[in-house]
């Protein structure tokens, strides 16, 4: 099993930034495919980012991309997600998933273990 947290959600201003942390714990994540979800209100849950552990490769949704950035600190075992000029359109309640096979990229069913969520507001 693996353990996932969220934290660093809050209220911002736009045009703001915010850094998500995803802190796993269990099993070593390092063959894992990391990926970070949002999902509004009345909306269907998205892809944001996603990145393998090694770090080899990084993936992010259109709308994001520029502004948001996925990284990983082997030694804390934690995922970020920073996310720079915010828009209210980004308010959302952002999850933190792990994927063991490695292959699940944008594809959320395709995830083992998610974390709780960890809501972000972006005011105009």
């Known amino acids: 099993q693996v353990q996932l947290v969220e934290s660093g959600g809050g209220l911002v201003q736009a045009g703001g930034s915010l850094r998500l942390s995803c802190a796993a714990s269990g099993r070593t994540v390092s063959s894992y495919f990391m990926g970070w979800f949002r999902q509004a209100p009345g909306k269907e849950r998205e892809f944001v980012a996603g990145m393998h552990w090694s770090g080899s490769s990084t993936y992010y949704a259109d709308s994001v991309k520029g502004r948001f950035t996925i990284s990983r600190d082997n030694a804390k075992n934690t995922v970020y997600l920073q996310m720079n000029s915010l828009k209210p359109k980004d308010t959302a309640v952002y999850y933190c998933?792990?994927?063991?096979?490695?292959?699940?990229?944008?594809?959320?069913?395709?995830?083992?273990?998610w974390g709780q969520g960890t809501q972000v507001t972006v005011t105009s």
């Open positions: 998933a792990a994927d063991a096979l490695g292959v699940a990229i944008t594809r959320g069913h395709k995830y083992d273990y």
